[in-house]
């Protein structure tokens, strides 16, 4: 397990990209970075903790975005959770979304990508959005394909 803390401001959404892409293994790498970037801007954009108090502001403090990504050392599944100081809930479903607009398919890209996803609430308030890559590793036989269903969900800090 691995977790990068970052203000929720703009600029994170391309270091947690470059954080995260060497962490991963190259056959999810991919999709996985796209969903962080998808999660992370939602949670900077929506999500964003009021302004900090002065006894916040250190890295993973209240108002900070938590990335944490679990690669399976067995091989089969990666792990992501996005963390963030907003209670608002996602929406159970996606959003019809117009063809020009220019956002609003963040659920349809999770949706697409990964294999399982969720949101869980904190204990503490804020919420916790992860999501569930399997791996395409080769089999045994050498032909390639999916190995056996991932049953670990991301865990959320602070949950």
């Known amino acids: 397990m691995t977790c990068l803390y970052l203000p929720p401001v703009p600029a994170s959404v391309g270091a947690a990209r470059r954080w995260a892409a060497p962490l991963l293994p190259p056959d999810v790498r991919d999709e996985v970075v796209l969903v962080l970037s998808e999660l992370l801007t939602n949670a900077v954009t929506h999500a964003a903790a009021p302004p900090p108090s002065s006894s916040a502001g250190a890295a993973g403090g209240g108002e900070d975005i938590e990335v944490e990504v679990v ?3 067995g091989g089969g599944h990666v792990a992501l959770a996005v963390t963030d100081p907003s209670d608002q809930p996602l929406p159970p479903a996606p959003a019809t979304v117009p063809a020009g607009a220019d956002h609003g398919r963040g659920l349809l890209l999770l949706d697409a990508l990964a294999q ?3 949101w ?4 503490k308030g804020g919420k916790c959005v992860w999501a569930l890559f399997r791996r395409r590793v080769p089999s045994r036989d050498g032909r ?3 190995r056996g269903p991932a049953v670990v969900r991301a865990g959320c800090a602070g949950a």
């Open 71 to 73: 690669v399976d050392p």
């Open 116 to 118: 399982d996803h969720g």
């Open 120 to 123: 869980t609430p904190r204990a």
């Open 144 to 146: 390639g394909g999916v």
